[in-house]
């Protein structure tokens, strides 16, 4: 078997979409996966494909993200689940009525329109089901949802499809250089050369960093979802909240997926997480709260996905800053799903032009050099 | 839930035989035990209204089932706490049960659990098993326990295993009329059972067994060799169409069609607790890891009675008292030379009550034909996801159930996969060619049966919001 230009670490989907980027170019990858394509976060994440509310930093990404979700089929031949029906967050005071107006404005002032806000008249026209005292809502209308799994799932597909490679249930055991390449051996015993190596590891990939000698105080963290059994379809939208932690949607088939962020515990080693109720009871009351409707649901499923947090809340993009031929793209701090698509382009521009046409210093990660080592 | 202590020695859940077994051995011996179930009355499936069955002629559901109010007037007695109706939804690693009863959900802590959750039917696809009027033997033969109930018209057994016969039998007694049993335990069982029955023979079970087949047989018309089965109705089950051998297709009416293939561990809250499991080939099913006094791979949590390996009423009674005195020794209540002498009855009998049972499982392992379906048969009842599905999937490139589950939905719905599980595992293991060993089982979640979203939200608040308020 001939040997890969590119080794990339981690089979989520920011791993498969630097696979398939590349493959586009007829760069040849092989992916990594310790466990299964798709088997953490990218998996098992609420599948929200949201422009709405994101760090300034992260806004010129989001939006050159969200027009290759609207043409994702052309992408990687599979809809994945897509469907745009907007993201609002919902106001239920004056105050954070006027955050959200403020928020709007930032936004206006950094040249981005997608963002705007509603009215209690066009909220109720948006989301019927809305409790009475909610009085507006910051929207933004080409905003979705998609089925996270089966979207990594085309990612690595379409990828497969045009040459890259993928080998699950390979943990990366050690990065060495060997000559011009990285020799990066498995536990089970494999070796793998390449010139170029991308760490797309997820909750891992602070330790791969750490390998190349530039530690990341990378948290790994558990945020929970549950899931309702099906009721009659009354909510297009993804609603979340200005004031409270929520993410909220009714997918096609009529369950309907409650999550934002509250925490469960991760064990990374055991690949495991452990519900916190009490938590997923304080998301189960918002839900009251805000929904009505809901009140007489039915709860069949919680989970939790194991992923990583930057203090900062934003990833670490763009070249190692120690060593020639590395890439990062890690640490999506729960928001990640929405910028895979244009993330492996940003990766895969790094890789065979030098250069991304899309702001990225922020997500430098020289920015940690201090952090890290103080840590 | 007024009477509950705050905090237990020991939760044990389920009321069958294990469980009751173990709670009255636990109690009786000083540790405050509660033990949580979610029927409405003691016994578990086994023993269902043991108390209050309206069956009162004892030579209709049986001596054996009788038995079971022989583990009640102790258990009574013992000193244990007991809250019927309760539904537990999830135990924790840290062991905290969260539980919900008369529209209330709550976090109860406890020292030590035992799960005691039984045994359930085996998922037994074949085409038109979605049909109303197309249930599991074990379904009905809980309405004749719970309430006098027998189906009514043309009625139809279908399957394989001691259960089957059993409620044949007390359908007989119970005057009800079956109009034929089509045996579907494939002929070269008998092959591999051969071996072991003279292990068999020397069990309790022989006499009593050969003495209900006969009786069965000589008032119903059983079919033999059955090697394809399905039901057709318009908007319910109206016949049954099957094949024997390599014969031709025959068709009989029926109303009702009552379907068995052997029990298999009720894994889901051991799972979702996070227990290591196993898989069977003999039981060809998933069994929890759990080491002689039931204990799982989780520390706190042990296993007793069917949930740990089907082995009958009997062994579940005696593996239930086994698993309290281990509760009882690692709580610091008795010494190890005293949980072992003391066990030494225990597990001489459950031996006995062992003594067989390899018999059993070798002629009455279902048949390759009704483990893994064709093509157009639903396998994923709540999602309605068919075995063609599974296997496209595989072909894609899906390699296992927790991928399948995201990938097609199939075992997302409120079942949590207790109706598809079995089934799905063994149809990528045979489109994949390996053992359902590599191909895994479904991750489950807690809430392991479904809970209303007031239920949670009347949860206690978490305890940093309380700490928040408490310090404004």
Redesign the interface.
Known sequence: MSEPDVIIVGGGLHGCSTALHLALRGVRALVLEKDHIGRHASGVNAGGVRQLGRHAAEVPLSVASMALWHGIRDLVDDDCGFESHGQLKVAETEAELDSCRERAAQLTALGFTHEEVVDQAELRRLVPAIAEHCLGALVSRRDGAAIPYRTTFAFKRKAESLGARFHEGAAVARVARSGRNWRVETADGAAHEAPVLVNCAGAWADRLAAQLGEPVPLEVIAPMLMITARVPPFLKPVVGATGRTLSFKQFPNGTVLIGGGLLGRAHRDENRTDLDFAKVSTNARTVWDLFPIMRSATIVRSWAGIEARMPDDIPVIGPSGTEEGVFHAFGFSAHGFQLGPIVGRITADLITRGASDLPIDAFRIQRFRHTAAAA | MTDLKPRYDLAVIGAGPAGLAAATLAATRGLSTVLLDEQAAPGGQIYRAITRSPVRNPNVLGTDYWHGADLVGPFRDSGADYLPGAAVW?V???L?I?LSRDGAAR?LPARHVILATGALERPFPVPGWTLPGVMGAGAAQILLKTSGLVASGNVVMAGSGPLLWLLAWQYLRAGARIDAILDTTPRENWRQAMPLLPAFARSGYVGKGLKLLLEVRRKVKVIGNVSALRAEGDGRVQSVVYRQGNGAEQRLPADTLLLHHGVIPNINLANAT?CAQSWDEAQRCWVPDVDGWGATSVEGVAIAGDGAGIGGALAAEHRGRLTALDALHRLGAIDRATRDRDAAPHREALDRALRGRDFLDALYRPGKDFRVPADDTIVCRC?EVTAGQVRDAVK?????PN?TK??L?CG???C?GRLCGPTVVEVIADARGVSPAEVGYYRL???VK?????E????????D?VAAVMHH
């Open positions: 999830s924790s690693r840290t905290d969260g976090i996070g999602e894609l490139g899906v390699s296992g991928q995201s990938f939905r997302m719905g409120p949590q979640r807690p809430p479904p809970i209303t979203l007031a949670l939200a009347s949860l206690p608040k978490a305890e919001e």
